[in-house]
């Protein structure tokens, strides 16, 4: 059954008294209020009341929808297949016409039923959730062409089946540059030795493959022997995170999260920043000083791809919880691992080579939005 029309007080009870006076059963029921208007579709178990019987809470509940000024829709239940396959659509853009139009599209052409669709943000960022049944589809033909629908409309879209959707996550993992901070650190630090250029070329060559990220990263720390520690220390306290990061962090620790910075860049900022904002682990790589001057050599292990996704196990370790806890945001081909081991891994502004590691693409300024599809209270 389903009850619709104006809102008002009382209207749940006058419902659900005109079942408990005969002693049926609500199996299972939702009521929604919005902008004034009520709708209430529920489920109740008849058992073996007879015709008249029927016949008589059938009449009371049409008389009470009437003097409530509510249309009501009676009908025998049908059951509905258990072996659904669910995922979970979620937008997440400035609001604009034709998104729902673009998506709901989208879904009806590829013969997807919309399950549930609900707004949980209107205020800077507009996000909207689509819970839908996709049947035989596999998930990563769905999520390329709505990656592609999301990619034409403007928005920033991120997908989970229903697994991922409903595990609660407990720790956020996040790189740091062009992820927290609109600035690459390495290219900083080449701007004041004055080495920008001989850099530039030698993370070109890196990211089309002629050169492999440890020796890339050598290569450059190689170009940065001689430059005073304080120097750094100066750079790390004027670095700050972006404001829609700063936003996204406090957040998510109001809400109990743990957050990780795992970095290719330097210890000598991801620790500051660690004290700076409420973020309970950072690594990044050490640069080696000696006599309080770089010597163009780095110390321990470089963190890499592998790296990253390494250290994010050990934290999970130290936490007690399961990599699949875990939701890792990053932005270049260094994250790929650690986004695709993760339970949840969202690209952000991200190179092509991530988007097919990801569940989720979204923009720098809609980085903040990203609280709204991980905030259980404010979804399905």
């Known amino acids: 059954m389903s009850i619709f029309g104006p809102d008002r007080t009382g209207i749940t009870r006058e419902f659900s008294g005109i079942f408990a006076r005969r002693n049926l059963n609500i199996i299972d029921v939702e009521a929604i209020a919005m902008r004034g208007y009520f709708i209430m579709p529920f489920l109740v178990d008849f058992g073996n009341l007879d015709k008249d019987k029927f016949k008589e809470v059938e009449k009371d509940m049409k008389e009470t929808a009437l003097r409530l000024d509510l249309t009501i829709k009676i009908e025998e239940y049908k059951e509905y297949k258990k072996d659904k396959n669910i995922i979970y659509v979620s937008t997440i853009g400035r609001d604009k016409p034709r998104i729902i139009y673009g998506f709901t599209s989208l879904f009806a052409g590829l013969n997807l039923n919309v399950e549930r669709m609900k707004t949980i943000g209107r205020e800077d960022l507009a996000v909207t959730e689509y819970r839908l049944d996709i049947g035989g589809k596999k998930i990563s033909d769905m999520r390329k062409k709505i990656y592609e629908t999301a990619s034409e409309i403007g928005v920033d879209v991120i997908v989970r089946d229903r697994n991922t959707y409903e595990r609660a996550k407990k720790l956020v993992v996040f790189d740091l540059d062009g992820t927290l901070i609109d600035k690459e650190i390495i290219d900083e630090i080449a701007k004041f030795a004055n080495v920008e250029d001989e850099v530039k070329k030698i993370t070109k060559d890196a990211m089309e493959g002629r050169l492999e990220f440890k020796k890339a990263i050598k290569d450059r720390v190689k170009l940065f022997a001689g430059i005073?520690?304080?120097?750094?220390k100066n750079m790390a306290d004027e670095v700050v995170f972006t404001p829609e990061a700063k936003e996204l962090i406090y957040r998510l620790k109001e809400l109990n999260y743990r957050t990780a910075i795992i970095s290719g860049a330097f210890t000598v900022f991801t620790d500051v920043l660690k004290e700076k904002?409420?973020?309970?682990?950072?690594?990044?790589?050490?640069?080696?000083?000696?006599?309080?001057?770089?010597?163009?050599?780095?110390?321990?292990?470089?963190i890499d791809a592998y790296g990253k996704a390494k250290i994010m196990k050990e934290i999970a370790k130290k936490e007690g919880i399961s990599i699949n806890d875990i939701i890792a945001v990053g932005d270049g081909a260094n994250d790929r691992i650690m986004i695709k081991k993760a339970g949840l891994g969202i690209a952000l502004n991200p190179k092509k080579i991530l988007k097919k590691f990801s569940?989720?693409?979204?923009?720098?300024?809609a980085i903040k939005g990203l609280i709204m599809c991980i905030d259980k209270e404010k979804g399905f």
């Open 359 to 365: 569940d989720g693409v979204i923009s720098r300024n």
């Open 228 to 232: 005073d520690e304080n120097v750094l």
């Open 277 to 302: 904002y409420p973020v309970d682990y950072a690594y990044g790589n050490k640069f080696e000083i000696k006599d309080g001057k770089l010597t163009g050599n780095l110390e321990g292990k470089i």
